[in-house]
């Protein structure tokens, strides 16, 4: 009876990995192991290529890392992406590269592979266009950006803002610059929020975000 006590939870385990590598994986969904493969097996299909196995990214082609990014914020902007929110202007043709494959994804393989994305540990290395950190960056951010974004940018889900201390400088200043050329909408409530920050400012302020740690993200 004892031994038979010891294999059972052996042969469950072993059972379960089976269902697993058959794609019956759907039945336990909820088990954060199914889930971890699910979402990397959606990764490894659809964005390995561009942001790569680390999801690190490749600078040469506008594809930012976003390890470490939140699951509601990739969800969100996956989204956004597929309902034409994000990536239609014509002069954006990063993120009309992204909408394309945005749209190729369905509800549930958005949110294992937004689970998975969050499980990568961010890049370190986010700091690549030597700006020079200055006090007013910080100053100008904990005055414009920190009530929705945190005061060390760790994000704010309920307001639906994005961790600031993932995405590296040069991709930072793009969406800033985007935001500023209507490429992009910034917010959902535009009459809470100051104007797009002018060039010399926005470096400023990404300079300083660049330089912060990869604060833990508002989960
Ligand atoms: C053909 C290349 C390509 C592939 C494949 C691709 N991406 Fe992207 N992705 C991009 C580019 C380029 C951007 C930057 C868009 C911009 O500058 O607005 C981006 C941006 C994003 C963003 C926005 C990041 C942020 O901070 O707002 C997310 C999230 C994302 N990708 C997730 C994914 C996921 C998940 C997959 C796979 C299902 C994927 N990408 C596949 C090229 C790609
Ligand atoms: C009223 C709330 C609010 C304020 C204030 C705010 N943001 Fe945002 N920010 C958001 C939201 C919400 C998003 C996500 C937009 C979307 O859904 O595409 C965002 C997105 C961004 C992004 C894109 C991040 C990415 O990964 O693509 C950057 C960069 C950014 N904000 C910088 C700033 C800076 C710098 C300031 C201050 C000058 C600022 N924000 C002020 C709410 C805010």
């Known amino acids: 009876m ?4 010891l ?3 052996g042969i469950m385990r072993t059972l379960r990995f089976i269902l697993i590598w058959c794609g019956w994986a759907s039945v336990t969904a909820a088990d954060p192991v199914v889930t971890e493969h699910r979402g990397q097996a ?11 196995e680390s999801g690190k990214g490749i600078v040469g082609l506008g594809v930012p890392s976003i390890a470490g990014l939140p699951r509601w914020y990739v969800t969100d902007q996956l989204r956004e992406f597929r309902r034409e929110v994000r990536g239609s202007h014509d002069e954006d043709q990063a ?21 998975y994305i969050e499980s990568l540990p961010p890049s370190s290395e986010r700091a ?26 760790e994000g704010d889900r309920s307001r639906r803002a994005p ?10 200043l793009k ?14 409530k535009s009459d809470e929020v100051e104007p797009a920050p002018a060039a010399a400012a926005a470096a400023a302020l990404v ?3 660049a330089a912060l740690p990869a604060a833990e993200p508002d989960q």
């Not at 990764?43 to 790569?52: S, T």
């Open 2 to 5: 004892g031994v038979v006590l």
């Open 7 to 9: 294999v059972a939870p």
């Open 42 to 52: 959606i990764y490894r299909d659809n964005c390995m290529e561009c942001h790569l």
């Open 95 to 115: 993120g009309g590269l992204m909408q394309m494959k945005a749209k190729s994804l369905g509800d549930r393989e958005l949110a294992f592979v937004g689970r």
């Open 128 to 153: 690549t266009l030597d700006l020079p950190v200055a006090a007013e960056g910080h100053a100008r951010y904990l005055a414009d950006c920190a009530s929705c974004h945190g005061a060390n940018g």
């Open 163 to 172: 961790p600031l201390t993932r995405q590296p400088d040069w991709y930072l």
């Open 175 to 188: 969406q800033l610059e985007n935001f500023r050329e209507g490429k992009r909408q910034h917010h959902k």
């Open 207 to 209: 300079a300083w975000l």
